[in-house]
């Protein structure tokens, strides 16, 4: 009787393994195929950064800093499958905290700029 419960736990674990490797196929393969298109997406936001009219130009920023953010997310997803497969080495790097306060304020800046508030 006991034999029967472990091999019904064996068969459970195998289980969910398979289904574990699945997913992590899964995620590489759809970041995969979102990141191709995004990067066009950010590659023709760059071209048209010079030829915006300059009321446009929060908008245009407001997408830019939104594409990148996904594309960092996409990656993120990639690195964490690399990750666990061992295929990647994780290192510490500096982080420019002014640089990333500026950006995050001017992105905060031109969404609220956008939207109608009253006090």
Do not use: C, W
């Amino acid at each position: 009787m006991l034999n029967y419960y472990i091999e019904l736990l064996l068969i459970a674990r195998d289980k969910e393994q398979s289904q574990t490797q699945e997913l992590k196929r899964f995620l590489a393969s759809i970041s995969h195929e979102l990141r191709s298109p995004l990067q066009s997406i950010i590659g023709s936001q760059d071209i048209i950064k010079e030829k915006v009219h300059p009321e446009h130009a929060a908008y245009l920023y407001s997408a830019q800093k939104q594409s990148k953010h996904l594309l960092r997310m996409i990656n993120d997803i990639l690195n964490l499958t690399k990750v666990e497969q061992t295929k990647i080495d994780l290192s510490l790097q500096p982080t420019d905290l002014v640089l990333l306060l500026e950006s995050e304020y001017l992105e905060t800046q031109a969404a609220i700029n956008n939207k109608a508030i009253t006090v």
